[in-house]
């Protein structure tokens, strides 16, 4: 088990001077893909702040992006961690102070931050349970070093939400498998590309959900078809159709003699269901 907030800490954090605009620090974080940035003035930092700083503080109240500096949003107290302080600590940091992320320190100068995704909490394992770097340690089967154990989640690897629900099922195929006395056969589902994960279908403005499938109506659309028939409509070539399989089941199918791998189809589907393969050429 990882001894130090080194171990887990992500390295090279983004920075901006507490006169950036907000405009400037959102673009920042977008470009990079995070959800936090350190504030700095001069050679000193002075805080830290998250997507959700920028929405509260300066969205809601109406401020301009483009005149509004960043120190605008930061909070009035900063904490930090040591680079060489224990991994217990830095979580009592962050639940005591209510927060979820902290910038690292290694004497004066900021080597990393720490967020809660990266520190989970191992307080309850068991004796005999292996971790390593802060984090359970499992096999390919999500087996901890106990064999009647299985661990998934963000207390093996930070992850999304989805690859979770993945190793749960995976993780119930083995126990199965245990249990009827057979060895777990290789895991052979293959994974949708995160790019094909679109959001045509996903209302944010949807909060409460009165069941499971109103639930499921507003899931991120992974490549499972809505029937909208748009593949068909833009096909060029009519290389598509829709085949009807006896009471509410249906496929579309591609006639491989007609298709001439144009893509409108994977371009125009809100779903993501078509994966588009590589043309091979004529000998």
Same mark, same amino acid.
């Given at each position: 088990?990882?001894?130090?907030?080194?171990?887990?800490?992500?390295?090279?954090?983004?920075?901006?001077?507490?006169?950036?605009?907000?405009?400037?620090?959102?673009?920042?974080?977008?470009?990079?893909?995070?959800?936090?940035?350190?504030?700095?003035?001069?050679?000193?930092?002075?805080?830290?702040?998250?997507?959700?700083?920028?929405?509260?503080?300066?969205?809601?109240?109406?401020?301009?992006?483009?005149?509004?500096?960043?120190?605008?949003?930061?909070?009035?107290?900063?904490?930090?961690?040591?680079a060489g302080d224990d991994v217990?600590?830095?979580?009592?940091?962050?639940?005591?102070?209510?927060?979820?992320?902290?910038?690292?320190?290694?004497?004066?100068?900021?080597?990393?931050?720490?967020?809660? !995704?990266?520190?989970?909490?191992?307080?309850?394992?068991?004796?005999?349970?292996a971790a390593e770097r802060g984090?359970?340690?499992?096999?390919?089967?999500?087996?901890?070093?106990?064999?009647?154990?299985?661990?998934?989640?963000?207390?093996?690897?930070? !992850?999304?939400?989805?690859?979770?629900?993945?190793?749960?099922?995976?993780?119930?195929?083995?126990?199965?498998?245990?249990?009827?006395?057979?060895?777990?056969?290789?895991?052979?589902?293959?994974?949708?590309?995160?790019?094909?994960?679109?959001?045509?279908?996903?209302?944010?403005?949807?909060?409460?959900?009165?069941?499971v499938h109103q639930c499921g109506?507003?899931?991120?659309?992974?490549?499972?078809?809505?029937?909208?028939?748009?593949?068909?409509?833009?096909?060029?070539?009519?290389?598509?159709?829709?085949?009807?399989?006896?009471?509410?089941?249906?496929?579309?199918?591609?006639?491989?003699?007609?298709?001439?791998?144009? !893509?409108?189809?994977?371009?125009?589907?809100?779903? !993501?269901?078509?994966?588009?393969?590589?043309?091979?050429?004529?000998?």
């Open positions: 088990m990882p001894e130090t907030v080194r171990d887990v800490m992500t390295p090279y954090p983004a920075a901006v001077s507490a006169d950036t605009t907000l405009a400037d620090t959102a673009r920042l974080m977008r470009d990079k893909d995070i959800g936090d940035v350190l504030i700095t003035r001069g050679d000193r930092l002075v805080g830290i702040v998250t997507d959700r700083d920028v929405t509260i503080r300066a969205t809601a109240e109406g401020l301009d992006p483009s005149q509004t500096p960043i120190e605008t949003c930061l909070s009035s107290d900063l904490v930090v961690v040591g217990d600590d830095a979580l009592a940091a962050l639940r005591d102070h209510a927060i979820r992320r902290v910038p690292v320190i290694d004497g004066d100068i900021v080597v990393g931050i720490v967020s809660i !995704g990266d520190l989970p909490d191992l307080s309850f394992l068991p004796e005999g349970i984090f359970i340690k499992v096999d390919a089967d999500h087996r901890t070093s106990d064999p009647k154990v299985f661990a998934i989640g963000d207390v093996v690897r930070p !992850g999304l939400l989805t690859e979770a629900i993945g190793a749960g099922r995976r993780v119930a195929q083995c126990i199965c498998d245990d249990y009827d006395g057979r060895t777990p056969a290789p895991f052979r589902r293959q994974m949708i590309e995160k790019r094909r994960v679109t959001l045509e279908y996903f209302d944010p403005r949807i909060t409460v959900f009165s069941d109506s507003q899931c991120l659309s992974c490549g499972a078809c809505r029937d909208c028939g748009v593949c068909v409509a833009v096909c060029p070539a009519g290389a598509i159709r829709r085949n009807e399989l006896g009471g509410k089941s249906y496929e579309y199918a591609v006639d491989e003699n007609l298709c001439i791998g144009c !893509g409108f189809c994977a371009g125009a589907c809100p779903c !993501g269901v078509w994966n588009l393969e590589e043309n091979y050429p004529l000998e």
